[in-house]
Every structure is written in structure tokens, then in C-alpha cells.
């Protein structure tokens, strides 16, 4: 399948079963922390990016292919509000199963009162703000021209109202770029109008898009927890639970169809696809030597990408 992907076990949605519907990195922003690798291709235009039939042909096979899964989950190789029918799809999607539906959004088009009413159909709606000052957005999120932090805060505040859906916000801190205290400041401000129902706070944990951002230490992590106020939480290492057998993940096709999607640790690996030690070893040695996969070392963990996202 070309559009869904899992279940994967999520730190913050349980055992997680993907849909992907865009084409890589089709977004507004290029974040320094992007897992999809450097460069972007803007747009800040809605449109058709890739195509719904098939997607929702993927999504019936995904569904009634996962067995167990906690929650169905729109994301994308970029941002998903920039799918033109992306309200389509999540109706659809609600047609074929009753586990919770959430959305990841980087909340750059909630100004628009289209994308709100389309997003109210989703349960859990999982919105990123990484930094309120304009200077420091520019620097983290670095944003193309037609985004302003201002229409993000206010696209916020006006999704929480509007809709009944659950709403965990999170903030991933760079250390040096969004972790001093007037930024921790600013933010408890502005999440006091846009009163989320949690606020997730994360670090950089990949590898980003860029070489030198660097993760935030545990210790400063649970000092801004505690600057932000009772509904913040960080997000701490998820114990994976084991993954249902037939997922199809257990096989070269398998691994790559998540890999694209962000860089894994053989630790990783092993506990999404389910796969013997020594097999699954054996099985990235054979995808390294046939050039699918490469492996790269960030934050002294060796992380395994497709061939062609690594210089
Ligand atoms: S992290 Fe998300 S919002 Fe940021 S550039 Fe990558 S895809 Fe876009």
C-alpha cells in the first residue's frame, strides 16, 4: 500500500495505523527538525496533491487488513490540511471504523475557517507551535512567506473553540532556538488563550533536517513542565507494546513503506515489524548491501534511512 502505513506503535496515540496523503515534504514550513530531510517544497496553496480514490482504496485494505489498532491517523509527507479533500477523507475514514481519528496538523492553515470545519470531524487533533516570537518561529520553523505566526496562534484559538475534538498541542524545543525562558514565557501566554487540553512537550530525537540542531536536556525539558503549568506533560519514551502479527511489516517492502516516513533505530525496527533479532540483522545488512537502505549515527544512535535521504 502507497498511502497507509502500520500500525506503528506512537509515543503519544498508542499502536498508531497511518494514513500518509501527500507526496514528500509538500509543506509550508521547513522545520530545522523535519524528519523528511532538508530543502522543502513550498506551497501555501490547497490542492489535489495525490489522489483520493486510491487513497481511500488503501485505507478500506488498511483497515480491514490491521487487526488491532488504537487510532487511525491522517498525517502526511508533509501538511495534511494542504490536501484540497482532506474533509472527504476523513469522512470517509469515519465510515470504516470506530477507533478514534486524529490528525497531525503544524496548525499553519487553521486561519482558514474551511480547514477548521473540516478538521472538526477528527476526535484527537494533534497541532504543533514550536515558538510564538516571530524572529524565533522564522528560526525554527522557518516558515514560507504567506505563514504568520500571528494567523497560527489565532487559527488555534478558534479550532478549540469551534470544535469538540480533543486537542494535545505540542512543542518541540531546540536547544539554543526556542528553550530560554522568554520563549517558555511568550508560549504559557499564548496557550492560556488557546487552552489545548494538553501540551506535549518533545525534543529532537532524530535526525533532523539539519546537522546542528540539538535536543534539549531532560532536566531543562521538565523545568519548562513545570514553567507551562498542569496540563503540560513531556513525552517520555513510549514502551511499545507488540504489534499484531499480519501487518505486513515484517518484510523488506514492509520496513522501507515506514522508513520513509521517519528514520528507525534496529531497536525500532525490531519492535515494529515483530521480526527475530538475528533475522531482522540479517535483513537491513541485505537492504544495506542491495542499496536500499543506509545508515547514519545522530545523538551517538545509529538510525536507518532510504537510500536516497542520506548525503
Ligand atoms: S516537520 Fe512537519 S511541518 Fe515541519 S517541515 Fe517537516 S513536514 Fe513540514
Known amino acids: 500500500m502507497k498511502y497507509c502505513f502500520g500500525p506503528v506503535p506512537s509515543r503519544r496515540l498508542g499502536l498508531s ?29 490547497r490542492g489535489d496533491y495525490a489522489p483520493v480514490e486510491l487513497i481511500k482504496r488503501d485505507l478500506e485494505s488498511a483497515v480491514s487488513g490491521a487487526g488491532e489498532f488504537d487510532t487511525l491517523t491522517f498525517t502526511a509527507s508533509g501538511e495534511p490540511t494542504l490536501h484540497l479533500r482532506l ?25 482558514d475557517p474551511a480547514v ?3 478538521l472538526a470531524q477528527a476526535d484527537i487533533l494533534l497541532p504543533s507551535l514550536d515558538s510564538v516570537i516571530p524572529g524565533r518561529f522564522r528560526k525554527i520553523n522557518r516558515p514560507a512567506p504567506c505563514v504568520r505566526i500571528e494567523g497560527v496562534i489565532d487559527g488555534l484559538i478558534k479550532l478549540k473553540k469551534e470544535t469538540g475534538a480533543v486537542m494535545w498541542l505540542e512543542v ?8 530560554l525562558d522568554e520563549d517558555v514565557v511568550a508560549l504559557k501566554e499564548a496557550i492560556a488563550a488557546i487552552r489545548p487540553d494538553k501540551v506535549q512537550i518533545n525534543t529532537v530525537s532524530r535526525p533532523p533536517a539539519e546537522r546542528w540542531p540539538a535536543p534539549v536536556s531532560e532536566e531543562r525539558l521538565y523545568e519548562i513542565r513545570r514553567k ?10 513510549f ?4 504489534l499484531p502479527e499480519n501487518t ?24 515494529f515489524t515483530g521480526m527475530d533479532a538475528g533475522m531482522l540483522k540479517e535483513t537491513l545488512e541485505g537492504m544495506e548491501r542491495s542499496g536500499t537502505i543506509k545508515c547514519k549515527v545522530f545523538d551517538d544512535r ?5 537510500c536516497d535521504r542520506v548525503e
Open 239 to 242: 514502551k511499545r507494546p507488540p
Open 228 to 237: 507551562l503549568g498542569c496540563t503540560a506533560e513531556v513525552i517520555a519514551d
Open 302 to 306: 545509529p538510525f536507518y534511512f532510504p
Open 248 to 271: 505486513g511489516a515484517a518484510t523488506e517492502a514492509g520496513i522501507v513503506n515506514i522508513l520513509i516516513r521517519r528514520p528507525l533505530t534496529f531497536e525500532d525496527i525490531l519492535i
Open 17 to 45: 495505523l497511518g494514513v500518509d496523503i501527500l507526496p514528500l515534504k509538500t509543506c509550508n514550513l521547513n522545520c530545522i527538525y523535519c524528519e523528511l530531510g532538508p530543502g522543502a517544497k513550498y506551497t501555501c496553496e
Open 172 to 179: 518541540l524545543f531546540v536547544r539554543g532556538v526556542n528553550d
Open 116 to 118: 477548521r470545519e473540516e
Open 87 to 111: 474533509g472527504e477523507m476523513l469522512s470517509f475514514a469515519k465510515t470504516l471504523t470506530d477507533r478514534p481519528l486524529a490528525v497531525l496538523t503544524n496548525a499553519t492553515l487553521l486561519s
